[in-house]
């Protein structure tokens, strides 16, 4: 079976001007070590400028709303989309797996104890195989995978540790879904 890959629509992001400002404005302020207490206070978000992860989930609803019998399996996200709200939220309006990616020193608990996914991963190290990849193409690549909590998502999650002959470090990537 051939797979297919399509863009269903997009959106522009536009930063919310206010916040830009105040964002500049406090990196300068910090940089200059002004203490928190004596800096401006974040302004309060515009609506009229959605954040990029507002604009994916309204993109995923109106997709959903325009074909319903349309059935989503995966849904693949760079690391800007990988808190674990946001995961959720996406899992339950295509009702299948989502897939981001996680930074080295995401921390998990793991026997009770809080380490980075970086530290779990030396501690049990991936192993080697050899997996075909997007047009049959044969690879060396190192991997690993568990079912591990995630603390900032507050729940398990299944987390690959993955680097390709020839890279120096892994990535991480993240499932919603724990059966992957």
Request: glycine share 6%; charged share 30%; hydrophobic share 35%.
């Amino acid at each position: 079976m051939k797979r297919l890959t399509i863009p269903v629509g997009f959106a522009f992001y536009h930063p919310d001007p206010v916040l830009s400002s105040w964002n500049q404005e406090d990196k300068k302020l910090r940089k200059a070590k002004v203490k928190k207490a004596q800096r401006p206070p974040k302004p309060e978000r515009d609506p009229n400028y959605p954040t990029k992860q507002q604009l994916s989930l309204q993109l995923v609803q109106e997709f959903r709303e325009a074909h319903p019998t349309f059935r989503v399996k995966g849904y693949l996200a760079d690391s800007l989309y990988s808190k674990g709200e946001y995961l959720d939220e996406i899992s339950t309006r295509i009702d299948g797996q989502v897939v981001s990616q996680l930074k080295a020193n995401q921390n998990i608990l793991f026997r009770g104890q809080k380490i980075s996914i970086e530290t779990f991963f030396q501690r049990y190290p991936p192993i080697e195989k050899t997996i075909t990849i997007r047009g049959g193409e044969e690879q060396k690549v190192w991997m690993g995978a568990a079912r591990l909590k995630v603390t900032s998502h507050g729940k398990k999650r299944f987390v690959i540790a993955l680097k390709y002959e020839g890279q120096e470090e892994y990535r991480y990537v993240v499932a919603t879904d724990m059966s992957w």
